[in-house]
């Protein structure tokens, strides 16, 4: 049974982890963010949430542009650390071996390894709590079609998508998942 409690709980989890990549001339950076989200079509937009105190934050500020990449399970453990290393500190694209290609509309990088990326260009930031949210129109996408079947959706034959839990934690989505169409009540 539920009770109630005091404090702070963030619980959002299990959910995708999106890789935000930024660039600021000569630099590149990568980092993971947990706390995202598709925000609507026409145009479509992206929202990311960030600290002020991260590296990207500042690159995404002065560059006014950002990339989303949505990474297999294979490189989990790149995803998560990317989210503890600093890029203050390491290439960390280098560090991770995340290759890339600069965007055709912005030049953040695009992560090879994504089945899914947006190049965004930052239409707001708002401060909300302790982070940054961050705003971006998606002017550009790329997707691997081979991850995707007929219908649109992830081939959980070919895709395993990682699930983030919490505390460095990961569970794989993927062909061995039960998968159930939706039937309206009657």
């Known amino acids: ?3 109630a409690i005091e404090g702070e709980i963030t619980y959002a989890y299990p959910g995708m982890v999106a890789v935000v990549t930024s660039r600021l001339e000569q630099e590149r950076n990568v980092m993971a963010a947990g706390w995202h989200s598709y925000m609507g079509s026409g145009p479509a937009m992206y ?3 960030l ?3 991260t590296h990207s934050y500042g690159l995404i500020k002065q560059s006014g542009v950002f990339g989303v990449n949505f990474l297999p399970a294979t ?5 998560q650390l990317s989210g ?3 890029g203050r500190d390491v290439d960390k694209l280098s560090q991770l071996k995340l290759q890339y ?3 055709i509309k912005t030049g953040v990088p695009v992560l090879n390894e994504a089945y899914v990326s947006y190049e965004c260009e930052v239409q707001d930031m708002q401060l909300r709590g302790d982070h940054y949210w961050i705003v971006g129109q998606i002017v550009q996408a790329y997707r691997d079609d081979e991850a995707f079947g007929e219908n649109g959706l992830p081939d959980l034959n070919k895709l395993h998508i990682p699930l983030y839990m919490g505390r460095a934690t ?3 989505l993927d062909k061995k ?4 169409p939706y039937y309206p009540l009657r």
Do not use: F, P
């Open 1 to 3: 049974m539920k009770k």
């Open 51 to 53: 600290r002020e105190a």
């Open 75 to 79: 490189c989990s453990e790149q995803i």
């Open 170 to 172: 990961y569970a794989v």
């Open 177 to 180: 998942t039960e998968q159930r």
């Open 101 to 103: 290609e600069d965007g």
């Open 47 to 49: 929202g990311i949430s």
């Open 84 to 86: 503890t290393l600093s």
